[in-house]
């Protein structure tokens, strides 16, 4: 077979959730299939995460924008190449790919959900129109579509009133490099003077409830002897500071530490020297970090919305992510009965066992493997 990966944004600096996702099956499958032949699409950038080998080209596609890049540059090199099939990782492709088969990866709908109006976001609201005017026109084009849970599995079917056979659900992973103990060069020191903080890694999306995180830190504030500090990656001061002067809270600010983004390799560092990570969103199709920080031997105090409960085991520290009352109390109870912390440290290393980005690559080699043999059928 002749396989499209598109893997626009890996080599961009900063990278996000799918970047990681995409890059991580595509190091699976160089290491998993000597057969096939890959041509991995991405956009020229400064961390060159990604090697060729002799059956997996990485092509580089100069582009100034995201729909030029995807919507002319991907469908003419796929053209070019002679694909058999193109696997578009990041919810959207081209609208027409000239009678090659597509399969896409649909992380979420979350798009074509209400839009919060407090999400004032340009670059998120632009990605937010665009996938909805492109995701509609090419669904009818897809061979496969892939999703990462059974939640979203069943919310795709139910509102996009897809037929389940065309449907594939496909775990993520976690690397390998999450492990307990992982901190051995004291990298904390970079982000926060000392161990033993509140981890939460925060977003100006709505949806990963950030304002009601912050007040339920207040509130454990009010009550904690120990008063554990609060690291807060990937948000600027200036935007906390409102969320903090809104809800009257501009008191705990000499509490929080928010140093930015924190490079993917600091992170076993910074899960491991959390006293808990708070992964408090209102939705998520999967929730890699709840894998991250669970490897890591850090307990997780999640939502028992969406997609959470599945990923983290309905026996994790589960809270109502719209109750500021209920996620504090579960951080009191961590910092006060280190027998019920112990508890979910271990619940949590078991459960991770569960997944690997090995099992991911195998299953999407099998998905590819089945489209190829459905469409050369058909053909002959």
Known sequence: MRIGIEAQRIFRKNKHGMDYVVLQEIKELQKLDNTNEYFVYVKPGDDRCLESTPNVHIVELPFPSYPL???????????????DILHCTSNTA????????LVL??????????????????????????????????????????????????????????????????????????TPNADKNNVYRKYIEEKGYFLFLGNTDPKKNTERTLVAYAKYLEKSEVKRKLLIADLVPEYIDTILKSNNIECIKPYIVSPGYIVNTDLPAIYGDA?????????????????????????????????????????????????????????LRLETDETFKKEHIDKGLRRVALFSWRNTAKHLLKLYEEVYNETNTKHY
């Open 105 to 178: 990866t649909l992380h979420d709908i979350i798009f074509l959900e209400p839009r919060d109006k407090k999400n004032r976001s340009l670059y998120q609201n632009l990605g937010w129109l665009y996938r909805r005017l492109v995701v509609p026109k090419i669904l009818p084009h897809c061979k496969r579509i892939i999703t990462v849970s059974n939640f979203e599995l069943d919310n795709i079917i139910t509102k996009l009133k897809l037929p389940r056979e065309k449907m594939a659900m496909i775990y993520n992973g976690y690397n390998d490099w999450f």
């Open 94 to 101: 081209p609208v027409s790919c000239k009678g090659i088969p």
């Open 275 to 331: 006293f808990a990570f708070l992964y408090t969103s209102l939705r998520e199709s999967f929730g890699i970090p709840l894998l991250e920080a669970m490897a890591c031997g850090t307990p997780v105090v999640t939502s028992n919305t969406s997609s959470m409960p599945e990923i983290a085991g309905k026996d994790a520290v589960l809270v109502n992510p719209e109750s500021s009352d209920e996620i504090s109390e579960m951080m």
């Open 69 to 83: 890049w995807e919507q002319y540059a991907l469908p003419r090199a796929a053209k070019r190449d002679n694909l």
